[in-house]
């Protein structure tokens, strides 16, 4: 089977959510309408994370195709993910002895590097979203700005 990996990264908060959120499900609904299978990589760190989550899971169930999967990538292993198990369809934990802030950046760059694709919400040029995008266009991935339009 052939796997098309996305990652998805935004900032903490976003300024014009319904503007995104058109945005993204016009690209999700294309991926998983032609690609074989699509694997959506999420992290759960801000108001993207959650939009894009929810957006994706609403898009799967619209379609009706089984060809997707909702990852969550956790950088630590966390306590209690029963609620998380009954959304994402998969669970990672990429297990590192850093600090928190620089576990995110390498479970980031990480997600990256198995994109084929990556989609993003970047509206300034700060934060660990956007240091992401810095590293993902470095590694020449292809990257989609929804702040930006296309």
């Known amino acids: 089977m052939d796997i098309f990996t996305v990652s998805l990264f935004g ?19 294309l991926l998983i309408r032609t690609k074989e299978y699509v694997e959506f990589l999420i992290g ?3 108001e993207f994370d959650f ?3 929810s ?3 609403q898009t799967q169930k619209e379609l009706d195709f089984g060809n997707s ?18 959304y994402y369809d998969e669970i ?4 590192g002895d850093c600090h928190f802030k620089a576990a995110l ?11 084929d694709l990556v989609i993003c919400c970047i509206e300034h040029q700060s934060g660990g979203a956007f240091q992401t995008i810095k ?5 020449h991935k292809t990257i989609i700005n929804l702040a930006e339009g296309k």
């Open 135 to 139: 590293y993902a266009k470095n590694q």
């Open 105 to 115: 950046q390498s479970r980031n760059r990480i997600m990256v590097d198995r994109s």
């Open 55 to 57: 957006l994706i899971r």
């Open 51 to 53: 939009l894009a989550a």
């Open 44 to 46: 759960r760190n801000g």
């Open 11 to 29: 900032h903490r908060q976003i300024t014009k959510p319904l503007d995104i959120e058109a945005a993204l499900v016009k690209e999700v609904s």
């Open 69 to 86: 999967a909702l990852v969550l990538v956790l950088p630590n292993a966390v306590k209690k993910i029963t609620d998380l198990e009954r």
């Open 92 to 95: 990672e934990f990429l297990r």
